[in-house]
């Protein structure tokens, strides 16, 4: 009885994973830009692994009887680390000077960059620094 | 049973691969083929892991964390490379 359920979640799992991963290659290939494009591939690809790997921890805990700790482990890293890849790549898109599709409407980084450059801040900043070395 | 799913979900993810395989080659910039690149390591860990199911072994699941490192890795080696042309560098206000 134990098994059967077991069973039906395996497969809802890996299925569910196949799909995300068929929606993020389908993403990639669509989207106009870098930064939508490196939006679908770092959400819909960790989702779609993470439902696979789930999977196939059920799979070895339930039908082979093994408790696998490093499934766990891979989880828990992916996790981690798929977002701070997709953040890098989108930072070093932006400041490599990647165009943003035409239908974009909104910069905030160009303002925050914008007020970062000024003359104002840089003299903040030395102020700043002097006060903290005096 | 478990083992049709398997296979159908293994059919998905190659086709998943080859397409983005048509973003590396093809892609525009830089940093989308980077995109592309850092989602097949995303795929290929999959891939490992419905391997071990089909062969029913459990061999296999070490190499699921190393190629999860050594994907985190490249794509960071590869962005910093293309946001400042080296790898490691001393600066710490950027």
Known sequence: MMIEIAKYLIIAFILIGAFFHIVAALGVIRLPDVYTRNHAASKAATLGVLCILIGTFLYFYFIENHFNSRVLLGILFMFLTAPVAGHLIGRAAYHSGAKMSDHSKQDDYKEYLEIRNSKEYQEYEEYKRKLEES | ?94
Do not use: H, W
């Open chain 2, 1 to 94: 049973m478990i083992q049709t799913v398997v296979y159908i979900a293994i059919i998905c993810i190659a086709v998943a691969m080859i397409t983005l395989l048509y973003r590396v080659i093809k892609g525009p910039t830089l940093p989308d083929r980077i995109v592309a690149l850092d989602a097949i390591g995303v795929n290929i860990v999959a891939m490992v892991a419905l391997m071990s199911i089909t062969l029913k072994t459990s061999a296999f699941l070490e190499v699921i964390l190393l190629f999860g490192i050594l994907a985190f890795i490249g794509t960071v080696a590869f962005s910093k490379y293309l946001e400042k042309g080296v790898i490691i560098d001393d600066d710490r206000n950027s």
